[in-house]
Nanobody, 129 residues
Framework: QVQLVESGGGSVEAGGSLRLSCALS????????MAWFRQTPGKEREGVAV????????YYADSVKGRFAISRDNARSTLTLQMNGLQPEDTAMYYC??????????????????????WGQGTQVTVSS
């Protein structure tokens, strides 16, 4: 059974930093694209960052470029999101996701939530002003 478990969320003041981690277990397919998404109540889930299977390419939402950094350790099956310069508008539930078909390697709209077939339960990030 494939599981994604996020950790590292919490509450910080504006300008602060957090580091989210995601552990992938039970996965037996070709190496997946992985991503972080976030969602606030009443809004659609939005893509934050995507990383290709070998980690060679990364993609970011315009709202987080220059502040967030996605990385992966395939030997440990972990995904990380380093978040710096956090702002109140970054407050959301953050989800780790994996795409077993590795569609992100084709380019295009790599942040489509529908492309990702495995999801974690989420970790809350709250940024106060």
């Amino acid at each position: 059974q494939v599981q994604l478990v996020e950790s590292g969320g919490g509450s910080v003041e504006a300008g602060g930093s957090l580091r989210l981690s995601c552990a992938l277990s039970g996965y037996k397919y070709n190496r997946p694209c992985m991503a972080w998404f976030r969602q606030t109540p009443g809004k659609e889930r939005e893509g934050v960052a995507v990383i290709t299977p070998a980690g060679g390419r990364t993609y970011y939402a315009d709202s987080v470029k220059g502040r967030f950094a996605i990385s992966r350790d395939n030997a440990r099956s972990t995904l990380t999101l380093q978040m710096n310069g956090l702002q109140p508008e970054d407050t959301a539930m953050y989800y780790c996701a994996a795409d077993s078909r590795a569609l992100c390697t084709d380019g295009g709209d790599v942040m489509r939530a529908a492309a990702f077939d495995y999801w974690g339960q989420g970790t809350q990030v709250t940024v106060s002003s």
